[in-house]
């Protein structure tokens, strides 16, 4: 269900904000995992996590401030996103300890999107021109594969270091937003991924000095 949530949020803050500003908005997924596995399931959790969700909140606060209002929507949809993405993170990881096949983690909540946007075409009576299911086919293949890839390492890494590794996403996020957009990220923009990434990416080798020493 969070997985699904989480999709169909990230969805609708993507439709209303270039794609590096809602990159930067993602990059809080290490810090929101790290609390939600501490909260729901007593994982450790490394002692810069506190400081580097105050850090990453006042980061988005910084861009939040600087759009127009009618953009502020997207951000609220990044946010919720963010806390049902790292909420399924969380909760993966801790039935991968008891299943052994990463698919069946896979496949029903893949399912369930299916059919729910399979209601929703119907429902609206949406129509797609041919050459958009080359796009859909190429997208659910890779979506798929990332989703198996991130399952099966979530097994043998905390959640909010593997999704602080994410965080390189922004480098590509903003060429393909240059590139298929003409998206050019504001200085502000610039600014907030700095935050965002310098905090996240010190949990992560907080946690990963941390696991060598143990």
């Known amino acids: 269900m969070f997985q699904c949530l989480g999709s169909v949020f990230f969805i609708l803050g993507f439709k209303s904000l270039p794609l590096a500003d809602a990159f930067v908005i993602a990059s809080l997924l290490p810090v929101a995992s790290a609390f939600l596995g501490f909260f729901l399931f007593n994982e450790r959790v490394s002692i810069l996590a506190l400081p580097a969700m105050l850090i990453g909140s006042i980061g988005v606060a910084i861009m939040f ?3 127009m209002h ?3 929507i997207g951000y609220v949809y990044l946010i919720l ?11 993966a990881r801790y039935i ?4 052994s096949n990463p698919m069946a983690l ?7 999107m299916a059919l729910g946007a399979a209601v929703y075409i119907w429902d609206q009576n949406l129509s797609f021109a041919t050459q958009s299911f080359e796009f859909l086919y190429l997208n659910a293949c890779l979506l798929l594969y990332g989703l198996w890839l991130t399952i099966y390492l979530i097994n043998f890494i905390s959640v909010h270091l593997m999704t602080a590794i994410f965080n390189l996403q922004f480098v590509w996020f903003v060429i393909i937003g240059y590139m298929a957009f003409s998206d050019v990220p504001s200085g502000v923009v610039w600014i907030g991924a700095i935050v965002l ?3 996240t990416t010190a949990v992560a080798l907080c946690e990963y000095r941390e696991s060598k020493e143990r």
């Open 65 to 67: 401030l600087d759009v």
């Open 81 to 91: 996103g963010v806390l049902s993405a790292s909420t399924s993170l969380v909760i």
């Open 197 to 199: 990434i310098g905090a």
């Open 70 to 72: 009618e953009m502020r």
């Open 106 to 112: 896979i496949f029903w909540p893949s399912l369930l």
């Open 96 to 99: 991968g300890k008891f299943a």
